[in-house]
């Protein structure tokens, strides 16, 4: 049979993504990537640490960086990204940048950080407060709060998880009732940090039930990268890719308002 007529495979794009070692929800972010673009995935080495500062720190480090970019090479994406939040912001605003230079001159192409594209979205999006959810423990959390609050943008409220493993396997429920707990302050945005906590469909229900916008570390990871190659996330209906969310949704019959007041809390819900 002549199957030359088909004229295939279309031409592909690349996106590298360079993940830490127990990096486990490549399905997720393949969700918010567009039919004509491909993802390449790499990790960094493992190493017996659990989640904390001292394991951000070894895989974020430039040599490491640098030896997963150079995998991607081969391939030729036309972007890399980094996707760890933890690892991106270990070393606030100035170390984000210097990961993003290194990557850049290993691969000759554009870098993006997990923690970079978040300060892009909130500026995107107009944020000067935003909430905080994360899995991580206290002293991974404050970590986070003090590079958005370098950033200048205030932080309104949080809830933690204080996980050290196995985040991947987080139920939605309860990512969704620590965002009810961080979001009852007044504020502009949510964000929900770590690459390895499930979030993709959740968002659109809490942007509707919380009326502000919500962000994932795997949301801006994909929105940035892809934004570098001039084309769109793509997913259900939430203000970050889809201008038109960006009016404030419209609350669902049956989903109950939010009282207005900051909390923090630790521990699992």
């Known amino acids: 049979m002549d199957i030359s007529f088909l004229g295939g495979p279309r031409p592909q794009r690349g996106v590298g993504v360079v993940a830490p070692f127990d990096f486990a929800l490549d399905r997720e ?8 673009v491909s993802l390449h ?20 480090e430039h040599e490491t960086l640098g030896d997963g970019v150079r995998t991607l090479t ?12 933890s690892g ?12 993003c230079e290194a990557m850049t001159r ?26 905080l959810v994360t899995p991580y423990t206290v002293s991974v959390t404050r970590a986070l709060e003090e590079y958005v609050a370098e950033a200048g943008v205030a932080v309104t409220g949080c809830a933690f998880m204080g996980l050290t493993r196995h985040i ?9 009732d620590m965002a009810r707990t961080a979001a009852r302050g007044a504020t502009d945005a949510l964000f929900i940090s770590c690459t390895n906590l499930p979030t993709y469909d959740v968002i659109p229900q809490l942007e509707a039930e919380l009326r ?44 109950p308002n939010v009282p207005g007041e900051e909390q923090q809390q630790e521990g699992p819900t």
């Open 29 to 36: 972010l393949w969700r918010w990537v567009p039919d004509e």
């Open 168 to 176: 991947w396997k987080v139920p939605y429920r309860d990512v969704a």
């Open 41 to 60: 995935l790499t990790r960094t080495p493992f190493v017996p640490v659990e989640v904390s500062l001292d394991l951000a720190r070894l895989v974020s």
């Open 88 to 99: 991106s912001f270990v070393g606030g605003i100035a170390g984000e940048r210097a990961m």
């Open 212 to 255: 502000i916008p919500v962000l994932s570390a795997n949301q801006v990871t994909m929105w940035a990268a892809l934004r570098r190659l001039g084309t769109r996330a793509v997913g259900a209906y939430q203000a970050l890719i889809d201008p038109a969310a960006r009016g404030g949704p419209v609350l669902p019959e049956g989903l």
């Open 106 to 131: 290993e691969g000759s192409v554009p870098a993006v950080t997990t923690s970079g594209a978040l300060l892009e979205a909130l500026t995107e999006l107009g944020v000067r407060r935003v909430a």
């Open 74 to 85: 081969a391939i030729s994406p036309e972007v890399v990204a980094y996707a760890c939040t």
